[in-house]
């Protein structure tokens, strides 16, 4: 059987038995225990004294590698009876129980077992739930079925964030092969445990980027659609070196950002390393951008510093401007930015699909209808009377309600905006 053609690297381990001595009936999902790269696993598999190895691995950032190829048994599950049957797939995660997943992750994980399943000729994806019960099943010729390395070791693997999720996963890729279609439209509303599971720090930064493009009177789905190529470029770090090039310049994203601010790293304009939010690469963009971190005298990764000017430079990309103020769906939104403004060498129909489900997670998360409260308040800056003093004309007061949310977050950051302008503002829980 053929490789997956989802993979982005191959970086082959000498860590394998040879070709399988059973047929391919299972899947089995491991955690890195690490949020490292397809590249940096790889890596690890490459060297003979590792004595491990898996079919792939999927990195930090979506990325699917091959380590071993599928016709071989792989090194992964303390099992070589299910290493022979199963395709392995180590998955980057966090160091620490509960090894949470990112949204990017997840999202490579549900394609690359839907193509497996696809190739093999399987119609479901079966997570049974019971290791006796599992191992003593024999599946039917339209059926994978889901291990997990902990039955058979005394490990954590693959951790309880995607173990609790075992049943979620069969139940999307059985869904996927039953119905592509109906597959595409599900992700219309996708599953957002995934961005559940991030760090305050990560949430924070969400939250702020929303927060930010509200305030320039996008919707939900302009702003969603941005978002979601904004993650799929950084994972919103506005410290972010392009991934080759941390190797390739010896430097990490902490490390390079202190040795641009600090000038002790001229290459910075020149170097084509992406960087940032929008991973800024062209020579001409990144003078912009250390230029406007100077004359605002800010720190080359400040947050805030590069929304200002992400926002800027856009002014300057008709179609996706276009896009953007119309905001008729985070499809077209995100096709836009894509193909207009980021640009990546690959625009295929996969990538679109991926970045608009990444902006559908932010919409249903973040969208709710404040987003347009910011046209609310700037509509009432523009009127030259105060509401105390159009009350103490007509004896009247007619009050305004510019947003309703689910989370008192967005709520509070609605009425800040409004006290900003002038007006009083206050939060009802009903």
Request: aromatic share 10%; charged share 25%.
């Amino acid at each position: 059987m053929a490789n997956s053609n989802l993979i982005s690297c191959t970086v082959y381990s000498p860590n394998h038995s040879g070709q399988r001595t059973y047929k391919v009936t299972r899947i089995t999902p491991h955690c890195m225990v690490g949020q490292m790269t397809a590249q940096a696993c790889g890596n690890l598999f490459k060297k003979a004294s590792y004595e491990a190895s898996s079919n792939y691995g999927i990195g930090k950032d979506g990325e699917i590698g091959l380590y071993v190829d599928e016709k071989n048994r792989s090194w992964c599950s303390s099992s070589a009876d299910n290493d022979n049957r199963a395709i392995t797939i180590e998955c980057a995660s966090g160091t620490k129980h509960p090894y949470s997943m990112n949204m990017v992750v997840w999202d490579s994980l549900v394609n690359l077992c839907t193509d497996i399943c696809e190739r093999y000729g399987k119609k479901k994806l079966l997570w049974l739930g019971d290791k006796n019960k599992t191992l003593s099943y024999v599946p039917a010729e339209d059926e994978m079925v889901l291990t997990v390395h902990r039955w058979f070791a005394a490990k954590a693997c693959p951790g309880d964030w995607l173990y609790e999720r075992m049943g979620r996963l069969a139940e999307e890729v059985t869904k996927r092969l039953k119905d592509p279609a109906g597959a595409e439209r599900e992700e219309e509303h996708p599953n957002t445990a995934a961005a559940a599971m991030i760090n305050n720090e990560e949430a924070d930064r969400e939250k702020q980027i929303w927060s930010f493009f509200a305030g320039k009177g996008l919707n939900a789905n302009a702003i969603a659609g941005l978002m979601g190529n904004l993650y799929a470029e950084s994972a919103f770090r506005p410290n972010n070196l392009q991934n080759s090039f941390e190797k390739k310049l010896g430097m990490t994203d902490k490390g390079y950002t202190t040795a641009v601010n600090t000038g002790t790293y001229a290459g910075f304009v020149n170097d084509g390393a992406g960087y940032g939010l929008a991973q800024w690469t062209w020579h001409t963009r990144k003078k912009a951008l250390l230029d406007y971190a100077k004359e605002k005298d800010a720190s080359i990764d400040d947050m805030q510093m590069q929304l200002e000017f992400l926002w800027k430079e856009l002014q300057g990309y008709k179609a996706s401007m276009e896009a953007l103020k119309a905001g008729k769906s985070v499809q077209a939104v995100s096709d836009a930015i894509l193909t207009d403004f980021e640009k990546p060498a690959d625009q295929s129909a996969e990538v679109k699909r991926r970045r608009a489900a990444f902006g559908r997670a932010y919409r249903d998360k973040y969208g709710e209808s404040g987003a347009d409260y910011s046209k609310a308040i700037a509509k009432e800056e523009k009127t030259e009377a105060k509401p105390e003093e159009t009350a103490a004309k007509s004896g009247k007061l007619f009050r305004v309600q510019i947003g309703a949310f689910s989370s008192k977050e967005n709520a509070e950051a609605l009425a800040a905006k409004a006290r900003k302008a002038g007006f009083k503002a206050v939060i009802k829980e009903e």
